[in-house]
């Protein structure tokens, strides 16, 4: 088989000629899957070329069609020779692969849509409704971390049901007895929330979703806790022309310049380039964390080189152009000698391209754990070593809800 790609403005075209068989099937998957994780959701296989499709041909394109039609993208057959028009009306799917040609136009993007372009993205703005204001408490003593290490007068259980946000150091359990070997990074947001268990060398992160009177609950060390709405969805895309990724510290720091605020939450699901952070893999509630050499390895993992295979991530973070003392010890500078200070914790999925257009907040969250069990939990850093450093996670495009932090409250 042969494919040759023919990219338009809004729609790709694969035009096939030889046959969809056992042999040349995965290669098809794996061609449309390049050009999704590329950024082409909108897909048209021109089989003008193909003498001879099997049901394991059939099987590549509905996968693929029902890939893309989750993500309000599409994918249709264009120009099928008699044969593929054939097979495909014997089968019944004449109406959505054949017939669906009408799907290709993209919806008009509603009135109230404002897109700006900035260093190599475009960002599409989407107001939301929000009737209460982003709060966020502050929770424990991160410096303890370093210091002195928790003890049980440190631990608070703290809820998160849907309307609320959170990342920090915490484990789901009963008590501090009960979490004491087992506290690590979490996060939280959308009723949903992801903690790193450090009890085990190679621990996978465990998850709560709010289900009925099932209210996700961490037992915390320290933590940014926020309840609110949301105020603002921002969707954005690498340019055609540009690097085809933008880092974590552009991203929050045009976030910061669209929402006029100088403090904000914000809460992301992308699609990466590369992901680069550290996790705990020793309880601190056990002692200090030690920050020297060899000392450090005890205690933390890193990421250690750049991987280019794509994965889909949950961001849940706090920025800050301003910051008050009080919370100071929560955040970071994003970058060396940056101006802005951020917490951002990742939950890392297996790739799945991100819906395009306006996304609800509601719901998304909960859906992304439904298809995918989180790989990993990580606390994002920028690795600025001279010559071996790692630099900082890269995004490829996605969607994002912040609303303006006003205010820290102690609790």
């Known amino acids: 088989m042969q494919i040759t790609e023919h990219p338009g403005s809004e729609l790709l075209e694969l035009r096939l000629s030889g046959r969809i068989d056992a042999t040349w099937g995965e290669h098809l998957s794996a061609t449309i899957e390049k050009a999704v994780r590329a950024g082409s959701h909108r897909v048209a296989l021109n089989c003008a070329g193909v003498d001879y499709i099997s049901s394991l041909g059939i099987g590549v394109i509905v996968t693929q069609y029902k890939l893309l039609k989750s993500v309000n993208g599409s994918l249709v057959i264009t120009e099928p020779s008699k044969f593929v028009r054939k097979i495909i009306t014997t089968v019944g799917l004449a109406g959505i692969l054949l017939e669906g040609s009408k799907e290709v136009a993209p919806a008009a993007a509603a009135p109230s849509v404002h897109r700006e372009v900035r260093g190599g993205a475009v960002y599409e703005i989407h107001p939301q409704s929000s009737a209460h204001p982003l709060s966020c408490t502050l929770i424990g003593e991160p410096a303890k971390l370093t210091t002195t290490g928790f003890d049980a007068a440190d631990c608070r259980s703290v ?18 007895a009960d979490c004491e070997g087992r506290f690590g990074e979490f996060l939280a947001a959308g009723g949903c929330t992801i903690a790193l268990p450090t009890s085990e060398a190679d621990g996978v992160p465990d998850y709560v979703v709010e289900e009925g009177n099932l209210i996700p609950r961490v037992e915390t060390l320290y933590a940014l806790a926020g309840n609110g709405d949301f105020s603002t969805m921002v969707r954005f895309d690498p340019l055609p022309d540009g690097p085809g990724k933008l ?165």
């Not at 809820?159 to 501090?176: D, K």
Request: charge should be neutral.
């Open 159 to 176: 809820p998160f049901p849907s309307g609320t946000f959170g990342l920090g150091l915490g484990a789901f359990g009963t008590s501090f």
């Open 247 to 411: 880092g974590l510290s552009e991203l929050v720091t045009t976030l910061l310049d669209l929402s006029g605020s100088s403090t904000i939450a914000f809460v992301v699901l992308a699609e990466t380039a590369c992901v680069v952070g550290a996790s705990l893999i020793k309880s601190p509630a056990l002692g200090p964390l030690a920050y020297g050499v060899p000392g450090v390895r005890d205690w933390l993992s890193f990421t250690t080189e750049r991987v280019s295979e794509k994965s889909l991530a949950l961001l849940v973070g706090v920025a800050s152009r301003n910051i008050s003392d009080e919370a100071a010890a929560f955040l970071r500078p994003l970058r060396p000698n940056a101006a802005i200070c951020a917490h951002v914790h990742a939950a890392i999925f297996n790739y799945r391209p991100v819906q395009r257009g306006e996304l609800p907040f509601a719901g998304t969250v909960s859906k992304v754990i439904a298809t995918s069990n989180p790989k990993a939990l990580l606390h994002l850093m920028t690795d600025s070593r001279p010559y071996e450093g790692l630099g900082e996670t890269d995004l490829a495009r996605g969607a994002c809800w912040m609303g303006s932090l006003e205010t820290f409250t102690r609790g």
